[in-house]
């Protein structure tokens, strides 16, 4: 079956550190790719998607690149404010799904402080 | 132009009761699909409705039930509640069937607990 598997959190970083939220994926073919950001009391809203092999999707200086050599699709952004602070998720659908049925990882917690 | 709206956005039950979810979703957008996110997870597939059929079901046992309204809301509803459906419920709605882009606009959530 597909399967997201995200690092476990929480990540805690300092201001304008460097951040990486790892996540792999297990899916037949070539599924579409996403990271979805939770802020607190708030729904879930996309960031940043990609579609097919070696895309980058990027929003709000995060960057993701799909990789289907390692069925990666890691989570990067340069320089973290404490507004990032979220819960992130890596989610994918299936290649060729009629449905908009997301298979999201358990989520990897971010906090940053000034 | 109104998100996803959902209510109630909290409720208390006790096992063994009844619970109906309700969610409005955004202006135009004909498919609606429901998430169980149950603390320290992420969200789990119940349902998605498309032009008032049911179009996909997650693994849940049959307690739990949906349907889609002529305008497209859409309410969830949970029988014989058990400790272990306490979770936040999701709702979130895209413009067609198969959402190719596989953007959902969600609700904040309506968060259940039973007791």
């Known amino acids: 079956g597909n399967s997201v598997t995200q690092m476990e959190g929480p990540v805690t970083l300092s201001e304008e550190a460097f951040l990486t939220i790892n996540c792999t994926y297990t899916a037949t073919g070539y599924p579409s790719l996403f990271w979805y950001v939770q802020y607190p009391g708030e729904g879930l809203q996309l960031l940043l998607k990609a579609t097919k092999a070696d895309d980058k999707g990027s929003n709000k200086g995060f960057e993701a690149t799909y990789r289907k050599e390692t069925t990666s699709f890691h989570l990067e952004k340069g320089s973290v404010q404490v507004s990032d602070s979220a819960v992130y998720f890596c989610?994918?659908?299936?290649?060729?799904?009629?449905?908009?049925?997301?298979?999201f990882g358990k989520g990897t917690m971010l906090l940053v402080s000034p | 132009d109104a998100g996803v709206t959902q209510s109630p956005t909290h409720l208390i039950k006790t096992r063994g009761q009844h619970v109906t979810l309700r969610c409005s979703p955004i202006?135009?957008?004909?498919?609606v699909s429901w998430y169980q996110q149950v603390l320290g997870q992420g969200p789990q597939f119940i349902f998605q409705?498309?032009?008032?059929?049911?179009?996909g079901r997650g693994n849940f046992p049959d307690r739990f039930s949906a349907r889609q309204f002529p305008n497209y809301s859409s309410e969830l509803n949970v029988n014989a509640l058990l400790l272990g459906d306490s979770a936040l419920y999701l709702c979130?709605?895209?413009?067609?069937?198969?959402?190719?882009?596989?953007?959902?606009?969600f609700g904040e959530g309506s968060r259940l607990t039973v007791l």
């Open positions: 409705y498309y032009e008032k059929e049911e179009r």
């Open positions: 979130a709605s895209s413009p067609r069937q198969g959402a190719l882009t596989g953007e959902l606009f």
């Open positions: 202006s135009g957008h004909k498919s």
């Open positions: 989610a994918l659908i299936p290649m060729n799904s009629g449905y908009s049925t997301l298979t």
